[in-house]
């Protein structure tokens, strides 16, 4: 079973892209984030002739988060923990595999940036009860999947120029350190677990020829608890999408789960 994880960038601009990685690729679940539309104007039909079903999560023009799924989930949750602002920036759902039921949560962490602002505050307050979260719902079922645009670079070798981010709000040390304090609840960086040391770049920005000259960062990720860690046979981050047309400024990245 494969399951993607991706920024689509708005879900109606990308729809040809989508769709044409959901033919090429054939992912059981993807776990979309920044949707950029309300449940309304949700394209459920162009999924749908693709026997994809969808679990939305929309906001209008803004964020907005989304399951596509070959698989029925179940115990949908649009609201995990209470957001201040009442952005939506978190979905999850229950997956039957192999007898196990497995909570997926897909996230879209808020940017922060510029930092020492409100914008930041919300950011750290946002991870703050996302981690308090985890914490109970490792209680009730500890097999769970966190996908999604984190918009944290873990490390210095996440990015192509890492002291230019030292005072950004991707890479500042105590956002780093939630990234850290999400791992040691009991989950693994499923990337850096099976590549210790490959360059994995998820995101190149539109300007200045970043896809072009890989001027990238790795900011989606794939935590998988200490539980389900042997069942992950892979992970690959697919780059054809992001050098298409029109493309998001994010790539998928996929796991196989045996």
Known sequence: MIISSWNVNSVRARINNIKEY????????????????????????????????????????YNGVAFITKNKLNNIKQNIFKDKLKQSRVISGELTHKKKKINLINIYTPNGNPVDTEKYDYKLNWLDNFIKTLKKNLKENSNIII?????????????????????????????????????NLGFFDTFRYIYPDKEGYTFWDYMSGAWQKNNGMRIDHFLVSSSLIDNIKDFKINKYPRGREKPSDHTPIEITID
Request: proline share 4%; net charge negative; hydrophobic share 30%.
């Open 22 to 61: 959901l033919k090429k690729s054939d992912p059981d679940i993807v776990m979309m984030q920044e949707i950029k539309t309300e449940e309304k104007n949700y394209p459920f039909d162009e999924f749908k002739n693709l026997k994809y079903e969808s679990y939305v999560f929309g906001q209008k023009s």
């Open 147 to 183: 996908g999604g645009d984190f918009n944290i670079i873990p490390a210095e070798e996440d990015v192509h120029n890492h002291k230019s981010y030292e005072n950004d709000a991707l890479f500042r040390l105590e956002i780093r350190k939630k990234f850290r304090e999400i791992i």
